[in-house]
């Protein structure tokens, strides 16, 4: 229990990021927002910190996106309540 923990909420805002991007309303960057690696389109992830601020996504590599998610699961920073 609790290993996939995506909400409705949380799937909404990736589709509507990557609608975004598909319609040119917003840039993909070639690298990642966090450690500024230049990192392959495919695999920079779209990674909101507050699911309720579309503004707030933010494009992070493989590794970086795997922390921020296990950051989460640690429940230091619960946004779902
Ligand atoms: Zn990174």
């Known amino acids: 229990m609790g290993a996939?923990?995506?909400t409705p909420?949380?799937?909404k805002a990736n589709q509507?990021?990557?609608d975004?991007?598909?319609r040119g309303k917003r840039t993909k960057p070639s690298k990642c927002s966090?450690?500024?690696k230049s990192t392959s389109k495919k695999l920079l992830s779209?990674?909101?910190a507050d699911h309720s601020k579309q503004s707030s996504v933010r494009w992070l590599c493989p590794k970086c996106h795997k922390a921020a998610e296990?950051?989460?699961k640690g429940g230091r920073v619960n946004q779902y309540k």
């Open 4 to 6: 996939n923990n995506k």
């Open 9 to 11: 909420k949380m799937r």
């Open 16 to 18: 509507k990021v990557r």
């Open 20 to 22: 975004d991007v598909r």
């Open 34 to 36: 966090n450690c500024g």
């Open 46 to 48: 779209s990674h909101h």
């Open 70 to 72: 296990k950051r989460k």
